[in-house]
Nanobody, 125 residues
Framework: QVQLVESGGGLVQAGGSLRLSCAAS????????MGWFRQAPGKEREFVAS????????YYADSVKGRFTISRDNAKNTGYLQMNSLKPEDTAVYYC??????????????????WGQGTQVTVSS
């Protein structure tokens, strides 16, 4: 079992920054990959970024490349998503997720075993 709790969401103006955190408990954090997804009202959940358990390999959606940075601190059992140059289209509920295999395709939500409850990010224009 893995429990994931996101925090750090909020309201920010376009061009601003936020850092999301994902606190993990249960299984050893360094044993699994972690991903971030988001879901806007009326839209499907979409991939944002992921990081392998080692922290060396990262993957990003084209829409966030160069603006968002995913990272993890295995000693603190916490993952992060630094979001810079935010745009109104980034508005969504952001979810972190755990892939216990650490080798499945990062972008598919079907390949994640556990999910957090989500945190709202709203970017005003």
């Amino acid at each position: 079992q893995v429990q994931l709790v996101e925090s750090g969401g909020g309201l920010v103006q376009a061009g601003g920054s936020l850092r999301l955190s994902c606190a993990a408990s249960g299984r050893t954090f360094s044993d699994y990959a972690m991903g971030w997804f988001r879901q806007a009202p009326g839209k499907e959940r979409e991939f944002v970024a992921s990081i392998r358990r080692s922290g060396i390999s990262t993957y990003y959606a084209d829409s966030v490349k160069g603006r968002f940075t995913i990272s993890r601190d295995n000693a603190k059992n916490t993952g992060y998503l630094q979001m810079n140059s935010l745009k109104p289209e980034d508005t969504a509920v952001y979810y972190c997720a755990a892939d216990l295999t650490d080798w499945r395709t990062a972008a598919s939500p079907l390949n994640y075993d556990y999910w957090g409850q989500g945190t709202q990010v709203t970017v005003s224009s």
